[in-house]
């Protein structure tokens, strides 16, 4: 059984910065890609980023130069860096785990919160 933990979501001020982790248990991480999604309030989840298990990346447009996914398949641990944060990235954001960069699998984390907010 697969869990994913995530971390590192909180409060933060427009043009703010925050990291998320990814945290997965068993031995699957480092065969699989991975992806952070969000969820705001009365909208659909959609992709923020996705990262292949050879480190490849994609991003939405809406993120793009602000946001960074990377991955460090020796600790099992998945990231986002997230900078030049908008109100409009307030969200709970998910990991994934099993699908590809653009489609996700059926592995799930249980989601942090992210406000940007003065």
């Known amino acids: 059984q697969v869990q994913l933990v995530e971390s590192g979501g909180g409060l933060v001020q427009p043009g703010g910065s925050l990291r998320l982790s990814c945290a997965a248990s068993?031995?699957?991480?480092?065969?699989?890609?991975m992806g952070w999604y969000r969820q705001a309030p009365g909208k659909q989840r959609e992709l923020v980023a996705g990262i292949s298990r050879f480190g490849v990346s994609n991003y939405a447009d809406s993120v793009k130069g602000r946001f960074t996914i990377s991955r460090d398949n020796a600790k099992n641990t998945g990231y986002l860096q997230m900078d030049s944060l908008k109100a409009e990235d307030t969200a709970v954001y998910y990991c994934?785990?099993?699908?590809?960069?653009?489609?996700?699998?059926?592995?799930w984390g249980q989601g942090t919160q992210v406000t940007v907010s003065s």
């Open positions: 068993g031995t699957i991480f480092s065969f699989n890609a």
């Open positions: 994934n785990l099993g699908g590809n960069r653009n489609i996700p699998g059926d592995y």
